[in-house]
């Protein structure tokens, strides 16, 4: 036998009225004292709202009415004995007790974690090597139609000149991605606003001011700036950035293939793409194939050390897409590129 004392609603009124309340396993009955009534009703039919906390407990009964009480224990009994609430019991043995609700807590923040440094840039890779080419081109371009409207101008440079470079950029490019070689172009450009500087686009196309090629005393100093704006594009870093940006939702319809949201995502690509920077993992990892390519070379990092110095000296600071895009930290990188030369073997020069 299980007793309790509780409230009685009919269900007409907000009238609470008193009762005690009797389960002999098949039945409720319960009544009130003063008035001398009884009310019997079958369990089934009956129904017990899951437990919130240590607010009152409710048995709703047939024909709208309804009994509460704050005997959670008598209740928890009713339940057990029908072989009702086990899932509701555990949701609420979690609610009560501060140190698994913290620790919940705990958890959540490791997922998300997880999420944010892990799951996202994992799918931003998977998605940005599956995006359709002609996206990308699509969107390079109305990125480079916005960068002549905004900041560029006409190159100045010979066509000879244009032609020696770009058979520099060839011998560069079939170096470090002989495979995806013919989708790259060279374009130049007066940088006006933006002073010597290169960018890469994710079609595979890359740009270089007038400015930049006049800042370059070398060959190798203006290849090392090839090399590191060809790795951008090989490693698809443009994109997974934008990807990684935007966060999930991008990610998702992406991967499902939602045609509509692939088509949003190069209409409003150009303005990620000059809006957005690169992380320092995706500066280093092209600073390391730049390195890589030019010690290969046995032309040492210094050509290209030289070119960050020079570049950090005069940035103006105005545009992150290119060569400092997000390059707070130029002393860290020209270390960075000593110590990757010394790992060779070779002393920095």
Not at 203 to 211: H, K, L, N, P, Q
Not at 322 to 333: I, K, Q, Y
């Amino acid at each position: 036998m299980i007793r309790f004392v509780a409230h009685f609603f009919d269900g007409r009124t907000s009238r609470a009225l008193p009762v005690t309340v009797d389960f002999d396993g098949v039945t409720l009955a319960f009544g009130n004292e003063a008035e001398g009534t009884v009310t019997r009703t079958s369990i089934i039919g009956c129904s017990i709202d899951p437990a919130i906390g240590r607010t009152k407990r409710s048995i709703r009964l047939p024909g709208g009415t309804l009994l509460q009480t704050d005997d959670h224990e008598a209740v928890g009994a009713l339940e057990s004995s029908l072989g009702l609430g086990h899932s509701s019991n555990l949701v609420h043995t979690l609610e009560s007790r501060w140190k698994t609700v913290a620790a919940c807590m705990v958890c959540l923040a490791l997922a998300l974690f997880a999420l944010i440094w892990y799951a996202i840039p994992h799918a931003a890779n998977r998605v940005a090597r599956i995006i359709p080419p002609e996206v990308a081109a699509s969107a390079s371009r109305n990125t480079l139609k916005i960068l002549d409207a905004r900041f560029l101008g006409p190159s100045s440079l010979t066509a000879e000149r244009q032609d020696e470079i770009r058979e520099l950029f060839g011998g560069v490019v079939r170096s470090i991605d002989p495979r995806g070689a013919g989708g790259y172009t060279l374009e130049f450009r007066t940088g006006k606003k933006i002073g010597a500087n290169a960018f890469a686009l994710p079609s595979g196309t890359v740009v270089v001011t007038d400015e930049l090629v006049s800042l370059s005393e070398s060959d190798d100093e203006l290849a090392s700036i090839f090399a590191h704006e060809i790795a951008h594009v090989k490693h698809r870093h443009a994109l997974r950035s934008i990807l990684q940006s935007t966060g999930v939702f991008f990610l998702v319809t992406l991967l499902t293939g939602d045609v509509t949201s692939v088509t949003s995502f190069a209409a409003f690509l150009p303005t990620l793409l000059i809006e957005s920077g690169y992380s320092r993992e995706f500066e280093s990892e092209a600073d390391q194939v730049a390195a890589s390519f030019l010690i290969a070379g046995g032309k040492g990092t210094a050509p290209f050390r030289k070119m960050l110095e020079k570049l950090d000296a005069g940035r103006p600071g105005t545009l992150k897409l290119g060569v400092f895009s997000t390059h707070p930290e130029t002393a860290r990188r020209i270390g960075h590129l000593g110590q990757l030369e010394k790992a060779d073997g070779n002393e920095p020069k």
